[in-house]
T-cell receptor
Framework: ETGVTQSPTHLIKTRGQQVTLRCSSQ?????VSWYQQALGQGPQFIFQYYREEENGRGNFPPRFSGLQFPNYSSELNVNALELDDSALYLCASSSNRDYLGNEQFFGPGTRLTVL | KQEVTQIPAALSVPEGENLVLNCSFT??????LQWFRQDPGKGLTSLLLIQSSQREQTSGRLNASLDKSSGRSTLYIAASQPGDSATYLCAVNSNYQLIWGAGTKLIIKP
């Protein structure tokens, strides 16, 4: 069974640029959630995708957008990067059979630095 | 609005001690609660998951309890080791998302 994978591991961008982060969910999982973790803080929920549709969203502006593909992998896109977007971006997958209460399994994260 | 608080923010103890980390949440309507470990600059390692209908879960030297009515969970670590040094995060599953505490940074001194 393959776990959750994320790419790239590290990324450096400059203000105003756009970035795409990728996540492959664990085998058998159809739900992907994205979280942002700033240094020294707990993760913050960005959004969740279930069967290729956005299923919920946290308090993030529209320049944070996502996609989920038929194989349940996912992308997180951030436009017009700001310095405060520097963080560890975590992807989690779950099977969602019971919809809301399933355990989420996390990938290793992508470290984004915005200069 | 669900809020999660972890106390203490940091803890330093000698090797071999038993210790307790605390997590509190404001809304008892949760589906489950997870405890995670995070090493510096790394991702998250899931330690224990407690469903809302359960009172506790155990894995090796770790024991997590959940009192949903009072909005509290504790993570008990027995016979601490230097390798247990990390940041410990709790997260409550509220609707479709996890709501996180800021973590407790644990240092175990040899």
């Amino acid at each position: 069974e393959t776990g959750v994978t994320q790419s790239p591991t590290h990324l450096i961008k400059t203000r105003g640029q756009q970035v795409t982060l990728r996540c492959s969910s664990q085998s058998g999982h159809n739900t992907v959630s994205w979280y942002q973790q700033a240094l020294g803080q707990g993760p913050q929920f960005i959004f969740q995708y279930y069967r290729e549709e956005e299923n919920g969203r946290g308090n993030f502006p529209p320049r944070f957008s996502g996609l989920q593909f038929p194989n349940y992998s996912s992308e997180l896109n951030v436009n017009a990067l700001e310095l405060d977007d520097s963080a560890l971006y975590l992807c989690a997958s779950s099977s969602n059979r019971d919809y809301l209460g399933n355990e989420q399994f996390f990938g290793p994260g992508t470290r984004l630095t915005v200069l | 609005k669900q809020e999660v608080t972890q106390i203490p923010a940091a803890l330093s103890v000698p090797e071999g001690e038993n210790l307790v980390l605390n997590c509190s949440f404001t809304d008892s309507a949760i589906y489950n609660l997870q405890w995670f470990r995070q090493d510096p600059g790394k991702g998250l390692t899931s330690l224990l998951l407690i469903q809302s209908s359960q009172r506790e879960q155990t894995s090796g030297r770790l024991n997590a309890s959940l009192d949903k009515s009072s909005g509290r969970s504790t993570l008990y670590i027995a016979a601490s080791q230097p390798g247990d040094s990390a940041t410990y995060l709790c997260a409550v599953n509220s609707n479709y998302q996890l709501i996180w505490g800021a973590g407790t940074k644990l240092i175990i001194k040899p």
